[in-house]
């Protein structure tokens, strides 16, 4: 726990902001407070309007000798989606560990690969069309390291005032309306990739990608109306599917 909170933290840094993992509330808020299948077949969610809520992140403080929280009183965080990808990045270093010469995991779609293959060469990891599931998009060329999805395609619900999804934006406390259907990012850990992943689907098509490139991350940014943008060395992974623009 106290390793993912710190995580956050920076990923929090890193982002400006874009990346609020304080956000629990607000989703609650919205009617993102069902499993998947309940979400899909309930009548459209009365949805309530928090606000734009102050982040206090600068007041939680961590005491790494003890391994302690200190954080203001009230404050929730949702951690899924980067514990999620910290999960695979630890249990891939531990099968390693282990002894294994070679892994490609998957957690909820945050895959985390390195090592030997039983071909040899690299790792074949498909991406998908977010507008048409069990479609290929794209196949990429990994050594090692992870691919990490956020898409509001996949976690959305009906509200009385319209379709809503998981990806909160963080300056106006109602799911991000940035233009980006998905962005899917390479990076060496998924725990990194998942939260830039989700900040620049936030941030839009053109900040989205500075904000990949200043990380020194390669990512594809898909377009509410299917164009697809890449963002830093992105093309040279792929190697099955469509010539896609810089």
């Not at 400006?16 to 299948?37: A, C, H, K, M, S």
């Not at 009230?74 to 070679?102: C, N, W």
């Not at 985390?112 to 991406?127: D, H, L, Q």
């Not at 090692?144 to 809503?164: H, P």
Request: proline share 4%; net charge negative.
């Amino acid at each position: 726990m106290f390793a993912v909170v710190a995580l956050a933290i920076d990923a929090w840094k890193a982002t400006d902001g874009l990346f609020d993992p304080t956000l629990l509330d607000v989703l609650r808020e919205i009617g993102y407070n069902d499993t998947f299948d309940e979400l899909a077949d309930r009548d459209p969610f009365q949805a309530n309007e928090l606000g734009v809520p102050a982040t206090e992140l600068d007041s939680v403080v961590l005491d790494v000798r003890s391994s302690l929280i200190h954080a203001p009183l009230g404050l929730h965080f949702d951690l899924g989606g980067i514990g999620k990808g910290q999960a695979a990045d630890l249990l891939f270093a531990q099968v390693i560990e282990d002894g294994v010469s070679g892994a490609c995991l998957d957690l909820g779609g945050d895959i985390r690969v390195g090592g030997e293959t039983v071909e040899g060469g690299g790792w074949a990891i498909v991406i998908d069309d977010p507008f048409a599931p069990g479609v290929d998009l794209a196949v990429l060329g990994l050594e090692a390291g992870s691919v990490t999805t956020s898409s509001r395609l996949r976690r959305k619900w009906s509200t009385t005032t319209g379709e809503a999804h998981h990806l909160i934006d963080p300056k106006t406390a109602q799911p991000s309306r940035s233009g980006l259907a998905s962005v899917t990012v390479i990076a060496a850990h998924a725990a990194w990739g998942e939260a830039h992943a989700k900040a620049a689907l936030i941030a839009g098509a053109v900040a989205g990608r500075a904000l990949l490139e200043r990380a020194g991350l390669s990512g594809l940014l898909i377009s509410d109306d299917g164009q697809l943008i890449t963002a830093g060395q992105f093309n040279d992974f792929v190697i099955e599917g469509p010539t896609l623009s810089s």
